[in-house]
């Protein structure tokens, strides 16, 4: 079907108002006459959850299916504080139709701000993935990978064909199962280790990362890296709010948290406060003056808000 886009999220609810603004920048940000497939992988969701999203999909060219796998036992994978949702997109290959051959994963504390076609019809050189580079990985000494070789699996373009051909997703269980004691990641540790040499790398405006503000400024002036640092960070087509810098928390310095908001509010949770603002954590966040600065300061870099 010309101008389709499949995307896939998984959740449980403790993730799903994220997943919400996630899905809904998506739609906010699509083609015309563009079908887009929501694919919702249930890790947890209840039925309650379920209908407000269904409410909020209901235009034409828009289909929302949730799917509800068999989580299983996952052996002896240190799941941490990620849970099972994490570990769905390596089985997004069986989970989908057989006649979808290419799909979108996006974690959920991201914001769309492209329209994604580009993605479903990027040329992945007979790559199974394609994907961004994790900005600042600690991980690829841990796993043997070179530095600037490890990719992050929060925003992934993936061949489903190869994916069923080559058995990829058995073959990150089963390595995230032998190493259990090495992940700090689970799957992404998993899937780099299986695939850090078979990847296409995107440009880093496709899962612009937070560190993509500090490593700008180490960039050599002119340079091509240098230009794709900058495109990163004054106008991504994927903000991806990693580790501590949820825009859903008061005491975040992230300069474009504000779109996370921007999105929230045409939700059914736009009723949603910080669960931090409170009197003394006003007072700490006015009394980071450095911090604040900087967050002015990569604010100006040109990014656009939705209107």
Same mark, same amino acid.
């Given at each position: 079907m010309p101008n389709r886009v499949n995307v896939?999220?998984?959740?449980?609810?403790?993730?799903?108002?994220?997943?919400?603004?996630t899905l809904y920048s998506v739609v906010a940000n699509r083609g015309v006459n563009q079908q887009l497939y929501l694919y919702v992988l249930d890790a947890g969701i209840t039925d309650h959850s379920r209908r407000r999203l269904a409410a909020m999909f209901n235009e034409p060219g828009v289909h929302l299916e949730v799917i509800s796998p068999t989580l299983g036992d996952v052996g002896n994978i240190p799941l941490k504080r990620y849970g099972h949702a994490a570990l769905l997109r390596i089985s997004i290959a069986d989970l989908l139709p057989q006649e979808i051959t290419r799909a979108i994963y996006l974690d959920c504390d991201i914001v769309v701000l492209s329209d994604l076609q580009y993605l479903m019809e990027v040329d992945l050189r007979?790559?199974?993935?394609?994907?961004?580079?994790?900005?600042?990985s600690r991980a690829t000494a841990r796993l043997g990978i070179e530095p600037g070789h490890y990719f992050n699996s929060g925003v992934l373009v993936m061949d489903l064909d190869k994916w069923r051909e080559q058995?990829?997703?058995?073959?990150?269980?089963?390595?995230?199962?032998?190493?259990s004691d090495m992940l700090h990641f689970p799957d992404q540790d998993g899937l780099n280790a299986v695939l850090h040499e078979d990847w296409l790398r995107l440009p880093l405006k496709w899962n612009q990362?937070?560190?993509?503000?500090?490593? &700008?400024? $180490?960039?050599?002036?002119?340079?091509? /890296?240098?230009?794709?640092?900058?495109?990163?960070?004054?106008?991504?087509?994927?903000?991806?709010?990693?580790?501590?810098?949820?825009?859903?928390?008061?005491?975040?310095?992230?300069?474009?948290?504000?779109?996370?908001?921007?999105? &929230?509010? $045409?939700?059914?949770?736009?009723?949603? /406060?910080?669960?931090?603002?409170?009197?003394?954590?006003i007072t700490k966040k006015w009394l980071m003056l450095e911090k604040l600065?900087?967050?002015?300061?990569?604010?100006?870099?040109?990014?656009?808000f939705p209107a």
């Open positions: 896939v999220v998984a959740s449980d609810d403790n993730y799903i108002q994220h997943l919400a603004v007979n790559h199974p993935i394609g994907a961004v580079e994790n900005l600042g058995h990829i997703g058995d073959k990150v269980m089963a390595y995230m199962q032998e190493n990362q937070p560190a993509t503000y500090s490593m &700008l400024g $180490k960039q050599a002036a002119g340079t091509q /890296r240098r230009q794709e640092f900058f495109e990163a960070a004054s106008a991504p087509y994927i903000v991806h709010f990693l580790a501590r810098n949820k825009p859903w928390h008061y005491m975040t310095f992230h300069p474009l948290k504000g779109i996370y908001w921007h999105y &929230l509010r $045409k939700t059914p949770w736009q009723g949603y /406060r910080y669960p931090d603002r409170n009197p003394t954590n600065f900087k967050q002015w300061q990569r604010r100006r870099l040109g990014v656009k």
